[in-house]
């Protein structure tokens, strides 16, 4: 008897390797896949902006990086905190004036813009299709800095809108990088306080424009995080306490697809000897014996012959 359905994932027209240069943008959902990655010492790169949910509001910010054009004072604001942000970043991405803000931008920009020069994939995880846009001064807002609601206008976004958008950052980003892999996916996490209706029509619009951006670029990718979570297991044994975010066990569920998806048999293997090898090393005493001692070189030995170029974290 199958207790559930086993999705299977469409092949990816590529692989990736342990040492490619990997950007995650998006939803809050895509940071679990970074962290996994990141841990191992991986080249990887996540959401340098902030988390950003909404599909306009993440080509905003890129469209900036790729153009080059700087984030207007427009969309700067001073939060309860007295620090300075702005309504196209997240609220990690501060300063104490405006001019502090502006550099830090133009340094984020141009670090992103350095990275995605040289990246072998993209991937982008679309969270909502609720969109904020600033009533003065007419743009998306990628968040809204506890400012009042009544600045705001809340829509659900067109399907075209998002397809329009979308399309023409992923020619920006062919642009600068031809080779580069792009990656789509839907977040799985629930966004309860629009109310539950509320998340499945958003949900849906995301798809139907994902299908459609699919059709007209066959080039981009998508990864079923959201049938995994939501029709895979299909639990809320699956969910945190708050019945909104994925728990651990559907974390590790989506880690291993993307793993069997993205890379080979022997790529697989690495990162079994990377995932030892990080356990060890978080989990050793200070006072280090011999056998200990051997076996983190027996481990290093075998990930060295697997992977020459790479390298462990300081501990």
Known sequence: MKFHLDLKAKPAPFEL???????????????????????????????????????????????????????????????????????FTHGQISASDPQALQNTLRQQQAKQFKVLLKSKALFITWGSAWVYKHKQHDFVCANCHKQPAS?????????????????????????????????????????????????????????VALHMLIQKHPDIYYF????????DLRDYRFYKADLAHPNSQAIDYIWKKFITTFYNKDQQLLFEVLEDY??????????????????????????????????????
């Open 224 to 231: 079923p995080s959201f049938e995994w979570i939501q029709e």
């Open 17 to 87: 390797q342990c040492n490619d240069t990997i950007v995650f943008e998006g939803s809050c959902f895509s940071e679990h896949l970074y962290e996994r990655l990141n841990a191992y010492n991986l080249p990887v790169f996540s959401n340098m902006f902030g988390n950003i949910y909404h599909p306009l509001a993440i080509n905003q910010i890129l469209r900036s990086v790729l153009t080059q054009i700087e984030v207007p004072v427009t969309s700067f604001v001073k939060r309860d905190t007295n620090r300075y942000c702005s309504f």
């Open 151 to 207: 600045d705001f206008w809340k829509e659900l976004s067109d399907v075209h809108d998002l397809v329009l958008s979308s399309s023409s950052i992923l020619t920006l980003l062919k642009n600068i990088n031809p080779d580069l892999k792009i990656i789509f996916t839907i977040s799985p996490v629930k966004h309860l306080r629009d109310g539950i209706h509320e998340n499945v029509l958003s949900k849906s619009v995301l798809h």
């Open 278 to 315: 990080t356990k060890f090393q978080n989990h050793i005493s200070e006072n280090r014996s011999a056998s200990d001692l051997q076996h983190q070189q027996n481990l290093l030995k075998k990930i060295k012959s697997m992977a020459p170029h790479w390298m462990p974290n300081a501990h």
